[in-house]
């Protein structure tokens, strides 16, 4: 049983084995989105705010913050975030971003245990991020990449993974305070993908015993009906040990998929936020079953 | 790798680990419908009828065929439905009645090979229903309770399923030809249980080796939003290594995560069933996603 501490300066969330399972919510990311790259960078983090609460609203537990947009001083625009999004909220924060000065800035702004997103297996960015993650008593997100790419093969993905564990302690991190990205790449371009990559994650946490992360959507990239794809997939990852996700809470089906799940592994004692979410539907739920037909009149 | 072969007089289905999953549509069944109860009863199978074409319609691989009605010649009703479906269509069939001389009668006025359903590990129904099976060359659904009743220990369950398959062997019968029924009960009654049913599905699998089947949507009896649950269960369940299910194909949301999980687990080539199933959705698709939102302006 593995337990990973993420607070903010008054309240804590644990991303472990046998809890709840923990969202984290990516809309504060303006990779991709051109309308707020170009407010963030003219000063206006309007939708930063907005974005911050709808998430919460939503059900995240933890909300990543990422300031990434080209040729901006990222820095200063992500420290910058996380003051604002700390004022709004007390739900902690995942701090992202692939420049290591941004992500020092962003520690630095952080009143809290960050979660710190991310750390590869490439030696260049284990020495320069794990003593960051020490300083500032942080945990961190391992993506099972190194320098020689992404491997396709899962025992060199499992290797890269044991790797940046064995490696974070040697900086003094504990193994708890590493959460492992399988990386999920989309089943359209490569058929045996996610398979491969539920097989990875039982191993992480079966045999590394650690906590695990994903972004819990490319996997349906190019595919139509990718909510229906997206949450079948994520009932599967949680079945298979999956602990967290970063993802977007305001899509309603996946939502469903992760409480669900949570039911399913008897980790909603009661299914009281099941019932809580849903139970507005219960008179027109046409879901059918065996047991519910002995109702039916037909 | 094991393959279960289900046939009618011309078609061969396979529930196996390495096929896409097999969906066997549970509608005709009187059990809790009085209307169909009442209509077999008086000679009326035009519901009968109509339930089977709907379902193979809906995509099911086997039809369920179930005669079940309090004080009624069951062995006759059932051998009438069993050649009715026949002269409509091709899917083959699974044979259900906890009526040993129903079993009978509906296996002699079947072609082909059928699915019984079910044996226990009761000692009584093991020397009952076993010679049948070896008899007419079928596969038998074994039920993973006996004379001391349904055990909520995983262990017990194990043992006996693994008794009905080593006394189906003592009767000429494979291991293959047995398809195993965790029992799933209720989350809502029993907590613990969907966990441990899936702890119980992946150890048929990888030390057993045999295939599995459930009904699906009983595990979400007494809760609202039973379509959202069964869905999660069902996407875990294939994820542990389940192979087959006694189900509603009318229920979209259930095909749906079906359909996702033969997408995940790579039996889905091109992911072609996905995209035919799918692809009128593609343009109002609201599914989110990091990738997708490369795309968006906001």
């Given amino acids: ?39 963030m960078q003219a000063g206006d983090f309007s939708r930063v705010e907005a974005d911050a609460l709808a998430q919460v609203a939503a059900g995240a537990h933890v909300l990543d913050v990422n300031a990434g947009i080209p040729m901006a001083d990222e820095p200063a625009l992500l420290a910058r975030a996380v003051r604002l999004v700390q004022s709004l909220t007390d739900t902690p924060l995942s701090i992202d971003s692939s420049v290591v000065d941004a992500l020092e800035a962003g520690l630095e702004a952080y009143e809290g245990k960050a979660l710190l997103n991310s750390v590869t297996g490439e030696e260049e960015r284990l020495e ?6 020490k300083k500032h008593g942080a945990a961190v997100v391992a993506i099972c990449n190194d320098d020689s790419g992404i491997s396709t093969d899962i025992d060199t993905r499992f290797k890269v993974a044991e790797k940046i564990v064995h490696r974070a302690a040697d900086h ?127």
Same sequence: chains 1, 2.
């Fill in 1 to 39: 049983m593995t337990d990973t501490i993420i607070s903010s300066a008054s309240r804590e969330v644990i991303i472990g084995f046998e809890r709840p399972f923990t969202i984290i919510g990516e809309r504060i990311n303006p990779t991709g989105r051109k309308l707020l790259a170009a407010e």
């Fill in 128 to 133: 320069r991020v794990l003593p960051l993650v």
């Fill in 172 to 298: 003094g991190i504990p193994a708890c305070d590493v959460v492992v990205d399988p990386l999920v790449m989309p089943v359209g371009a490569m058929a045996g993908a996610p398979r491969r990559a539920l097989t990875l994650i039982r191993r992480l946490r079966e045999e590394l015993k650690v906590n695990t992360t994903c972004g819990a959507s490319n996997v349906s990239f190019g595919l139509p009906n990718r909510g229906g794809l997206n949450s079948t997939f994520i009932s599967m990852a949680i079945g298979a040990g999956l602990t967290s996700a970063i993802t977007n809470p305001l899509v309603k089906e996946l939502m469903q998929a992760v409480r669900g799940a949570d039911v399913m592994l008897n980790k909603d004692p009661q299914c009281m936020n099941w019932i809580q979410a849903y139970r507005e539907a219960a008179a027109g739920d046409r879901s059918g079953g065996r047991r519910r037909r002995r109702s039916k009149k037909t």
